[in-house]
């Protein structure tokens, strides 16, 4: 097992005790907007700070939920850190990690602004999750591999799309779609950075290194 992969292991079971914390402290990790426009009630930042950005990522409460992380990280992490290395998966869990967070905060905020949207924060590594599940089904789309339940083999690819329509639909019909931002955001983040790596559009063409030359005298 890659050693990245072992330590994301670790901190998805640790995720697990933050759900045992005081209410009044949890939700101060939670990512909350910034009430653009409502400042003279609730203040410049609200209950935005600093390090929400971040922890927000590490509150993933329900079992399931935690179990799909697990499952995520051991199965497709570990796939995607065998074949980059433990840095690039790193860089590549951070790209997915900012993108996610970045375009969420913004719809978030945006959206209570426009007062289309409620003033609540938003949680969970879904959006890096969903990056790992694309990066493998981008990198190997044909490979297949086998369900628990029902235990049928299907390809990489069909596989993420069907969690991808699902994700979105229940969170259509959950009535949290300004929360399905993150997911998207992390899914475009592994694709612009898998792109960035090969140099393919919207990115230049990465140059071919100068070749070394030896002086001999």
């Known amino acids: 097992m890659p050693r990245l992969t072992v ?6 079971l640790a995720s697990l005790l933050l759900s045992a914390l005081p209410e009044q402290f949890l939700q101060q990790l939670l990512l909350w907007p910034i009430p653009v426009g409502h400042e003279d009630t609730m203040g410049m930042l609200g209950q935005f700070m600093p390090w ?7 509150v993933n409460p329900g079992v399931l939920n935690v179990l799909f992380i697990g499952l995520t990280v051991y199965y497709f992490g570990a796939m995607l850190e065998s074949a980059w290395s433990a840095r690039r998966f790193g860089l590549f869990l ?7 967070t970045l375009l969420q ?11 289309i949207g409620p003033y609540a924060p938003t949680f ?7 990056g790992i599940l694309f ?11 086998m369900l628990m339940l029902p235990p049928i083999p299907v390809r ?6 069907v969690l991808c329509l699902l994700k979105f639909w229940f969170g259509f019909w959950g009535g949290g779609m300004l929360s399905q931002f993150g997911f998207l955001g992390g899914l475009a983040a592994a694709w612009l950075h898998i792109r960035y790596w090969r140099g393919l559009p919207p990115f230049s063409k990465k140059k071919p290194p100068p070749p070394k030359l030896r002086i001999v005298h």
Do not use: I, N
């Open 124 to 130: 969970g590594a879904d959006g890096v999750m969903y």
């Open 7 to 12: 330590k994301l292991l670790w901190a998805t």
């Open 135 to 145: 990066a493998c089904a981008y990198l190997w789309p044909r490979q297949e591999v």
């Open 156 to 161: 990489l690819r069909t596989l993420v799309v």
């Open 94 to 100: 951070l790209a997915c990690a900012v993108g996610s």
């Open 105 to 115: 905060f913004g719809v978030s905020t945006a959206a209570f602004a426009a007062d």
């Open 52 to 58: 929400q950005p971040v922890t927000h990522l590490l």
